[in-house]
Structure formats: structure tokens, C-alpha cells
């Protein structure tokens, strides 16, 4: 039969003969530095980090780190008003914890995440110009906000980078189209 239609033969040929290009996700990639600090009574910080539109209506929360264990303080959702900034944007309305975001405190270093258009946090999130923003606090010690204005979805790889002045040590944003 393919011999009767050579253009369909052809187009057989072609269709097998070029291999299919592997699906790619828009990506972004977080890295937030807690800073070893030389204090007498340490502990460790409550970070949030989010997206936010420049009017501050949309906003998709991507992590945040708690004391998920209850103490003779009481359990950690306690004090998570003190992330002030996601708290009157996002924590109040939230309902702690939440699959694939909170997640306990980190120790000193640096700390990586990485999400993909296709997880919850990005998937249909919508072409513009948006803010990263990444906010700790301490018990005995201070609040920080680091903020880092990008674009979504990147027309080629962006690496942009803020650093915090005590409680936030370098914050890495990567955008990949």
C-alpha cells in the first residue's frame, strides 16, 4: 500500500526517523542560606518563601519551615504570626501543615529546592513579572526579608541573588524556561 503513496511513505520515514525531543518543564530552583550567627542562646529561624504579583493578590507559598513538634512551649504553629509578612499575606488563612510546602526548621548551611512548572506551587502560574520573596525569624533573635523580583516564565536562564544582613545569608533564585 505505501508503495501506491509514496508522500505517505515518506511521511512514515520522517515520523519514525526523528527522535521525539524530550519534554522540558519550566523550572525554578531556591537556595536560602542560614547563616551560622555567634549568639549565647540559638535557635533556629522560621523561613518562609513566596511568590507574590507586585499588588500582592497572587501569591503561591513554596516552603515553610516550623517547628512541626509540640514542646512544654506548645507545638510551633504557635509562632508562626512571627513571619509577619507571609503571615497577613498567607499564614492566617492556611491550615498548617501542608503537603509538599511546610516542612520542619533547617540548621545552619545552605539549602536547596527545586520546582517545576508541573508541581503546585507554579503550575498555572501565569506569564508576568512577579517577587520571590523569603522572610525568617528567630526566637531570641531578629526578622529578615529578602526580596527578588523576577520573570515567569523565563525566556532564557536567569540567576539572581540577594543577601540578608543577619538572620538570611545569600538567597539564590535560578529561573529556567
Known amino acids: 500500500m505505501l508503495k501506491r503513496f509514496?508522500?505517505?511513505?515518506?511521511?512514515?520515514?520522517l515520523a519514525?526517523?526523528?527522535?521525539?525531543?524530550?519534554?522540558?518543564?519550566?523550572?525554578?530552583?531556591?537556595s536560602i542560606e542560614i547563616p551560622r550567627l555567634n549568639v549565647s542562646e540559638y535557635h533556629r529561624p522560621y523561613v518562609a518563601a513566596w511568590i507574590q504579583t507586585s499588588d500582592r493578590k497572587q501569591i503561591r507559598n513554596l516552603t515553610v519551615w516550623y517547628q512541626m513538634r509540640d514542646t512544654s512551649e506548645g507545638h510551633g504553629t504557635k509562632?508562626?504570626?512571627?513571619?509577619?509578612?507571609?503571615?497577613?499575606?498567607?499564614?492566617?488563612?492556611?491550615d498548617v501543615p501542608v503537603d509538599g510546602v511546610t516542612g520542619a526548621t533547617r540548621p545552619v548551611g545552605k539549602h536547596s529546592l527545586t520546582f517545576t512548572d508541573k508541581q503546585p506551587q507554579l503550575a498555572d502560574l501565569a506569564p508576568?513579572?512577579?517577587?520571590?520573596?523569603?522572610?525568617?525569624?528567630?526566637e531570641v533573635g531578629g526578622r529578615e526579608l529578602v526580596k527578588i523580583p523576577f520573570t515567569w516564565p523565563a525566556?532564557?536562564?536567569?540567576t539572581l541573588d540577594a543577601k540578608g544582613k543577619k538572620?538570611?545569608?545569600?538567597?539564590?533564585?535560578?529561573?529556567k524556561p
Do not use: H, N
Open 6 to 13: 509514496p508522500l505517505l511513505a515518506a511521511s512514515f520515514a
Open 16 to 30: 519514525f526517523a526523528v527522535p521525539a525531543a524530550p519534554a522540558t518543564a519550566a523550572e525554578i530552583e531556591l
Open 79 to 94: 509562632w508562626l504570626p512571627d513571619l509577619r509578612q507571609w503571615w497577613r499575606i498567607s499564614g492566617r488563612s492556611l
Open 128 to 138: 508576568g513579572e512577579y517577587t520571590l520573596i523569603v522572610e525568617a525569624s528567630r
Open 155 to 158: 525566556a532564557s536562564p536567569q
Open 167 to 175: 538572620e538570611l545569608g545569600e538567597v539564590t533564585l535560578s529561573v
